[in-house]
């Protein structure tokens, strides 16, 4: 989500420069934007690299030629500069890469649709102002995403990113390691998290392999397929294979070909029950489910996904539910569950997510859980950052699952909480019982109980605010859990973390029927005596 208000502003500003240039179709804006920023990082990674040479001493070795650099050409006189755009980096785009990978392939037929010199240098002084190499985030993604959700075709074409952070804490938990094989079915183009200097040259070598890091899509069309290629190039994958592919087709049958899955698969996809490969499921159309049974037969053994599902994947009561969670349970071990809140996807979607984590072939027999309540932004469609944040607490917890003292202090921690807590709901709830006879009272008597009324409620809102702290300490421990297989079997395979998470329901006050009972004898009493004094005036 971009956030910051300068950078907004300055891709307002860039859009209306490219919807008053002549580019009035919305995707075609998106593409040449995405080429300029490739073109704009690409040249700030070559920087990158020549300092760091000089630094360690080294003769640089420039990867990507001097004329189609953005500092060369960005130079040159306006007319200039869009003559050598169309005639000399565009048509050696191609050349950045191997010819065979999807970069390769798809920039071919790349083509720069900017016809007026004066709309490509302000363009290129506009994206020199957002200093993009100079943020703290990945902020590309996150320009592309705001360009999206200016689209009126938005909500049709259904594209959108999955957010940084919570691909992060994917990949961090999953733990993607230099020699395996990586897969996205579904067209996200996950990064890996590996640092480059620190890869031997067997490494280096298998990493600039085709087998490496697959990708495909089928429903976003070619701007996205080279979109994505050139998000895997500046990621350091010099060679990407992302390609136009529907892999729940009779087509694909890669088996047993990945050692990590790391998929956001569609949900509620259009799928054609015809084509569906023979080797899923026919009793159900429901692509998330489809995907899950395509995870498990592209995994080879050992293998481990980890996949953003809707939350009807975890309780749904269908057949086909049922039976995708057996087998994930029964089948194969179910290592994790992380529920997470439903205003992840927004402002695109509200739909609440689960991300399941899972090893092929292995066997269940407890499965951790994490119930997310914060994910570092607001909930709301403005998605604005805050200090609420579970990521951290989530992945170190995954981390050290099996760690007996981390779990131990953990446990012991929470005991301590409870016991700390207790006699402060203790008083809080006395205290409402307190303020609840004062305000009777009160209404009774006029203001002759004002005074200790509002004491109460003083002290209530000091005890509330002591509570606070111990108890959001609480609910984050208590977020992590177990579950056996056995208990998980019971509810129908159900992977629901609200349905096995312990949480401390606090008591609540209610009068108790006798004293009801006494006061609305006292109020029938006073209604009487005002009744008599009434009809004494009368006489």
Not at 439 to 463: M, P, V, Y
């Amino acid at each position: 989500m971009l956030t910051d208000p300068k950078l907004r502003s300055q891709v307002d500003a860039l859009w209306d420069k490219f919807w008053t240039g002549g580019l009035a179709n919305p995707l075609d804006a998106i593409e040449q934007f995405s080429y300029l920023l490739f073109l704009k990082r690409l040249d700030d990674r070559e920087n990158a690299a020549q300092r760091q040479a000089k630094r360690k001493g080294m003769v640089y070795q420039p990867k990507v030629p001097k004329e189609m650099r953005w500092g060369y050409w960005t130079k040159l006189k306006a007319e200039e500069a869009l003559s050598h755009l169309k005639k000399v980096v565009f048509p050696n785009l191609v050349n950045l890469a191997d010819e065979k990978s999807s970069f390769g392939e798809y920039m071919k037929t790349a083509e720069c649709k900017i016809n007026k010199a004066s709309l490509l240098i302000e363009a290129c002084n506009l994206i020199d102002q957002m200093q993009i190499s100079q943020q703290n985030q990945d902020v590309q993604g996150d320009l592309y995403e705001y360009l999206l959700n200016k689209l009126s075709a938005a909500g049709r074409n259904g594209q959108f990113r999955t957010p940084r952070h919570i691909i992060r804490m994917m990949v961090q938990m999953v733990d993607p390691q230099p020699r395996e094989r990586i897969g996205d079915l579904a067209a996200e183009g996950l990064p890996h998290h590996l640092i480059g200097d620190q890869l031997s040259a067997a490494e280096r070598t298998f990493m600039s392999s085709k087998k490496y890091l697959r990708a495909f899509d089928n429903d976003s069309g070619m701007t996205m397929l080279r979109i994505g290629s050139m998000n895997l190039m500046l990621h350091g994958i010099e060679s990407p294979q992302f390609y136009y592919m529907d892999t729940l087709s009779k087509s694909f049958d890669d088996e047993r070909e990945y050692d990590i899955v790391l998929m956001n698969p569609p949900f509620k996809g259009a799928v054609d029950k015809g084509d569906v490969h023979p080797s899923l499921p026919a009793d159900t159309t429901k692509s998330e489910l489809l995907f899950l049974h395509l995870i498990l037969r592209a995994l080879d053994m050992g293998g481990r996904a980890a996949v953003i599902v809707p939350d009807g994947v975890l309780f749904g009561s269908s057949r086909a539910h049922v039976e995708l969670r057996r087998r994930l349970i029964e089948e194969n071990r179910l290592d994790g569950v992380v529920s997470m809140p439903s205003g992840v996807f927004k402002p695109y979607a509200g739909v609440s997510t689960a991300v399941l984590f899972f090893t092929r072939g292995a066997q269940t027999k407890e499965i951790w859980f994490y119930d997310m309540a914060h994910d570092g932004f607001s909930l709301d469609d403005k998605r604005v950052a805050t200090e609420e944040n579970d990521i951290p607490d989530v992945v170190n917890c995954w981390e050290k699952r099996f760690d007996k003292k981390f779990n131990d202090i953990r446990t012991s921690k929470i005991e301590e909480l409870r016991k700390m807590l207790a006699p402060m709901k203790t008083e809080r709830l006395k205290l409402h019982e307190e303020i609840n006879r004062l305000k009777f009272e009160n209404a009774l008597d006029g203001e002759s109980f004002a005074s200790s009324l509002a004491d109460a409620e003083s002290r209530l809102t000091n005890i509330k605010s002591r509570i606070s702290a111990p108890q959001s300490e609480l609910d984050r421990l208590t977020r992590q859990f177990w579950v056996t297989k056995e208990q998980v079997k019971a509810n129908k395979y159900d992977l629901s973390a609200s349905r096995y998470r312990q949480v401390d329901a606090d008591a609540v006050y209610h009068e108790k029927p006798s004293v009801t009972l006494e006061r609305l004898s006292r109020l029938e009493s006073v209604m009487l005596d005002e009744i008599k004094e009434l009809k004494d005036l009368l006489k």
